[in-house]
């Protein structure tokens, strides 16, 4: 299993999560974050508004996969999130040892 952790522009939330739906992924969490990336300091627009602050508004959203989904869930961020501008995002992939559904015990991946 992998964790997949994104950062991505806020109003692409909603797009993001389509695409993951539609490949069957099941469950999300998502932060409201700030960051910066190597743009740090320039101005960004978000929202109609330009910021020129250091850190930009940012999503995360977290997603526990199983490793035979990982590059279908990365592609899907990507194709969903990008907008070819700075500040699209990024995404970390980090190995996950374990998952437990507390409600019934189940673990692994029949706990996804
Ligand atoms: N190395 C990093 N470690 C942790 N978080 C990061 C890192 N790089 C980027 N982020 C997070 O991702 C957000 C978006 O990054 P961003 O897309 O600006 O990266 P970038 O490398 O500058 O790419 P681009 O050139 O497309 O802007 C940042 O605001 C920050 O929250």
Do not use: C, N
């Amino acid at each position: 299993m992998k964790l997949i952790t994104a950062v991505i522009k806020p109003f692409k939330l909603d797009e993001v999560r389509e695409a993951l739906s539609a490949i069957g992924i099941q469950g999300l969490t998502v932060t409201e974050v700030k960051g910066f990336g190597r743009q740090k300091g320039h101005t960004e627009l978000y929202r109609g508004a330009e910021y020129v602050v250091d850190f930009l508004p940012k999503i995360k959203i977290e997603a526990a996969v199983a490793d035979a989904v990982v590059d279908q869930v990365i592609e899907a961020i990507e194709r969903a999130a990008r907008t070819g501008k700075i500040g699209d995002g990024k995404v970390f992939v980090q190995p996950l040892e374990q998952v437990i559904r507390i409600r019934t015990g189940e673990t692994g991946e029949a706990a996804l």
